[in-house]
């Protein structure tokens, strides 16, 4: 057990990472993610002011999600760098939000402070949250719930006392099951008890969430991070650019932009090292020349991938994928390459 | 066999001494995924980073237990880390080493007082 967030967590159970990462990926593996913050936005005006006011605290189209999608948010900065990111998915007469367990203290208040005039925030703290992933997570969850089998990926929907996404954050298929606390126990046992479905601890999350490409806040983005830089302009719709019906009015829009227009100075990367020695957050990386370029920001083993695996931020002159880079490990410049993301290929059904 | 604090095992074949980690620090590393050698006559002190372990979790070193000569490595956990966790006692040794006295030896645990340590 390791403190995360302010939660003991455990890394992994007696499976161990490995294990559990590849059982992920071959069966169904469950997640305890109840860390995470949960929250309901009420409108108090409609739910067009309410996306609208949503709208103005990202470069994101909260206004065109239909009603039972769900869509990943960024919560941008004045200077364009990134606050958190989250999912938030349309329930017809509200929104339902879940964000970063290290970022629940800080969210909360945002969102109640931004959206006032629009919207009720409200806390969820009564309900557990599990993630159940893997190419066998439907089959397990549907004898549970048998009309999640329906759900594509990003679709949400609320089954009695059960809410569930389609979504999760491995790469592969999988759902994100919001309970009642008072039954998060018996449904994780009665989901541990299938054959398929085996525990996976904090290791093997960011072990699937690295191969599948994915960003962990406060290491691959932050507050100085844009998503332009991080390689995530695809969660900026056309809408919201330059040019589109509701272009900008979001914070740090000018620095944004630019950057969609123009390309950044820096982007995330993908990265291979040439040897089996894992580069880990922190690793210095430099060009074949010696100039220091930037860091590795996630970086590990990749159970699936069987090698290491990391990213990081190069300037955008070195982040052609095959770009052959050095990474400093224990005072030692050793090969590694820009390689395309995910590394792992994704298994979401669309 | 001797054991040192840092949960290393030493076994004495002739007039050398084996070195590995314990199954208890293999557990605890959990699944070992890359290990680095040191060069092969190195000379070493005792409390010298000779080996780098990676694991699925993170990095450790194996300090050097004694001073000497590193006479041979075992090359296999180059290629297959995965030993460590397999046989961490018998195929996954990490080194051999020549040292000028082999009493000094006595000063390390026994396998009860290892035990003890580990609880």
Known sequence: ?350 | MKYTKEHEWLRVEGDVVVVGITEHAATQLGDVVFVELPDTDAMVSAGDEVCVIESVKAASDILAPLDGEIVAVNQKLVDAPGLVNEDPTGAAWFFKMKVADLSVLDEFMDEDEYAELIG
């Open chain 1, 1 to 350: 057990m390791v403190p995360f967030a302010g939660y003991e967590m455990p890394v992994q159970y007696a499976a161990g990472v490995m294990q559990e990462h590849l059982h992920t990926r071959a069966a169904a593996g469950l997640f305890d993610v109840s860390h995470m913050g949960q929250v309901i936005l009420r409108p108090k005006a409609g739910m067009a002011a309410l996306c609208a006011g949503f709208e103005a605290m990202m470069p994101v189209d909260v206004a065109g999600l239909a009603e039972g999608r769900q869509r990943y948010g960024l919560f941008t900065n004045e200077t364009g760098g990134i606050l958190d990111d989250l999912m938030f998915a349309n329930r017809g007469d509200h929104l339902f939000v879940v964000v970063n367990a290290a970022r629940k203290a800080h969210d909360i208040p945002h969102m109640a402070e931004h959206l006032a005039a629009v919207a009720e925030v409200v806390p969820i703290t009564d309900r557990a949250l599990l993630a159940l992933q893997g190419p066998l997570a439907e089959a397990a969850l549907a004898r549970l719930v048998p009309d999640v089998a329906a759900l594509r990926f990003m679709d949400v929907g609320v089954f009695g006392e059960v809410w569930v996404s389609r979504s999760g954050y491995t790469g592969e298929d999988g759902f994100e099951i919001s309970v009642p606390q008072g039954w998060a126990e018996t449904f994780a046992r009665d989901l541990l008890a299938m054959p398929e479905v085996q525990p996976v601890g904090l290791g093997a999350r960011d072990s699937l969430r690295l191969e599948a490409g994915l960003c962990l806040y406060g290491h691959d983005i932050d507050e100085t991070t844009s998503p332009v830089e991080a390689g995530l302009p695809w969660a900026i719709q056309k809408v919201r650019r330059t040019g589109g019906a509701r272009e900008g009015g979001f914070p740090g829009a000018a620095r944004i932009l630019q950057e969609l227009a123009e390309g950044p100075e820096r982007c995330r990367v993908g990265l291979r090292p040439d040897g089996r020695a894992p580069m880990r957050e922190g690793t210095g990386l430099f060009a074949a020349d010696e100039t220091p370029l930037g860091q590795v920001t996630s970086g590990g083993f990749g159970p699936s991938v069987e090698a290491p695996v990391a990213m990081g931020y190069v300037p955008r002159a070195f982040a052609d994928v095959g770009t052959p880079l050095q990474g400093e490990v224990r005072g030692k410049k050793l090969p590694v390459t820009v390689a395309a993301l995910p590394f792992h290929p994704t298994t979401y059904k669309r």
